[in-house]
């Protein structure tokens, strides 16, 4: 089993027309996810990679019965986008657009409030369930179905993570991409509450970085209802300079704040065991799980 994406999920890409919505609307097809169609207005009556396009969610939800939305649009268009979703009610919608104006995802946490939507990202790889539906810009080469769930602030690292784990023989049910942006969906709580939840999922690796407050929350949720499932974290960082953007908006330390040895310390009194580096991760959830 998996959260958030499943055998049932049906795809539409909006912005599938151009080069990455192609691209990654096509890698979809290709691992199996079920890609039902593409939003492009003024398109609407087309076809597009044999699907037909839509010139609104709407009428694409309609004629699809589409329940997960891909977001592959411009990053000055894209919050437009995902409220047209939203609007929609899109249960699950994934957006790996970068540098959307962090004023424009202000509007959209706005939306979802008390929606019928879930957001991932924006600046996410996505989601993916091994062998099961991709939705995102990830690399699937390594991921391998298994109990592991997995969530990150960082793409590159997820994929070592993922290569790292299943080397170790340890699959993943679900990893999830939360996105490195400080405004956006779902985050690692959120993301926590699913997994714990799902009966398959018997341990999670949490990937953290430096800037907000992500793995403080997360850490004070997993104290808070002592979790029987083992958590694994890694959060880098540990030698950034404060007060210099680190990558993205969301990797900043300011006044000593959201730096990674205090989330690295919260994390560890709430029980979780943290890794110094990727390789660690497989012996610490495999010790993890031996214990229960």
């Known amino acids: 089993m998996s959260i958030l994406v499943d055998a049932n999920t049906r795809l539409i890409v ?3 027309t151009g ?6 609307a096509d890698q979809a097809m290709t691992y199996g996810t079920d890609v039902a169609g593409g939003v492009r207005p003024g398109k609407g009556g087309k076809r597009h990679l044999g699907k037909p396009l839509f010139n609104t969610v709407a009428d694409a939800v ?10 592959l649009v411009p990053a000055h268009n894209a919050a437009a986008a995902i409220i047209e979703a939203i609007e929609a009610e899109v249960p699950l ?9 962090v004023l ?13 939507s879930e957001m991932v990202g924006a600046n996410s790889q996505g989601v993916l369930a091994p062998g099961v539906c991709k939705i995102g810009v990830m690399s699937t080469t390594d991921a ?19 290569a790292s784990m299943s080397k170790a023989g ?6 999830i991409g939360i ?21 398959d999922t018997t341990g999670v690796v949490l990937v953290g970085e430096i800037g907000g407050a992500e793995e403080e929350e997360a850490a004070a949720w997993l104290k808070a209802r002592k979790s029987a499932k083992p958590v694994a974290a890694l959060v880098v960082g540990r030698h950034a300079p404060a007060q210099r953007r680190m990558g993205h908006a969301g990797t900043l330390s300011v006044f000593g704040s959201g730096n990674a040895n205090s989330k690295i310390a919260a994390l560890k009194a709430a029980g979780a065991r943290v890794a110094s580096g990727v390789d660690d991760l497989p012996g610490l959830m495999a010790e993890a799980l031996g214990r229960h």
């Open 62 to 71: 309609r004629e699809t019965g589409a329940n997960a939305s891909l977001v």
């Open 170 to 175: 340890l699959g993943q049910s679900t990893t």
């Open 93 to 101: 919608i994934v957006c790996v657009t970068e540098r959307i104006p």
């Open 104 to 116: 424009d995802m202000v509007r959209v946490k706005a939306a979802l409030k008390g929606s019928k």
């Open 179 to 199: 996105g490195g942006d400080p405004v956006h969906g779902v985050g690692f709580v959120r993301c926590l509450e699913l997994f714990m939840d799902d009966p």
């Open 144 to 162: 391998k179905p298994g109990p592991i769930g997995i969530v990150s602030r960082s793409a590159s690292l997820t994929s070592e993570v993922v």
């Open 14 to 16: 909006q912005g599938m």
């Open 19 to 24: 080069r990455s919505g192609t691209f990654y």
